[in-house]
């Protein structure tokens, strides 16, 4: 295609992963063998009779429900793994996107003047009750 860069999804999943030290990849082939069952999976699910080198598929045997419902549980145990994650991940990554564009607002020349830069954090990244300016005697809200 012309003018358009194609990159595989892979490609990107691996660069994520050793970039910023994530487990994408693995949610990702995770994810993708309970959406699409290798060739056992399949059999194990849908096959219902071999004879005579004649195989029958199905979506009704009964007997591979309990096949299905461990892979829609496995599916949920992954998406809920991920959620975990981001969860835990959430005030690391928040704390720094905050820091990163305060910076960004300071070295534009735009910070207020009033508020000290950097703004005095504790070490979980939350406030102290009051904020003092350096320049000035009154506390800040």
């Known amino acids: 295609m ?7 999804i892979l490609t990107i999943m691996e660069k994520l992963d050793k ?5 994408f990849l693995g949610f990702y082939e995770g994810l993708s063998e309970h959406s699409h069952p290798n ?6 699910t849908y096959i219902q009779t071999h004879k005579a080198c004649v195989t029958t598929y199905t979506d009704q045997n009964l007997g591979r429900r309990d096949v299905s419902m461990s892979l829609a549980i496995s599916a949920l145990a992954s998406a809920l793994q991920i959620a975990d994650t981001a969860n835990r991940q959430c005030d690391e990554d928040r704390n720094a996107f905050i820091l990163l564009a305060e910076k960004r607002i300071h070295e534009a020349g735009t910070w207020p003047a009033d508020i000290p830069y950097p703004i005095p954090r504790r070490s979980d990244g939350s406030f102290p009750t009051t904020i003092r300016n350096e320049s000035s005697d009154t506390p800040m809200p």
């Open 39 to 44: 060739a056992h999976g399949m059999a194990l």
């Open 19 to 23: 970039d910023l030290d994530t487990p």
């Open 2 to 8: 012309e003018g358009h860069t194609v990159t595989n």
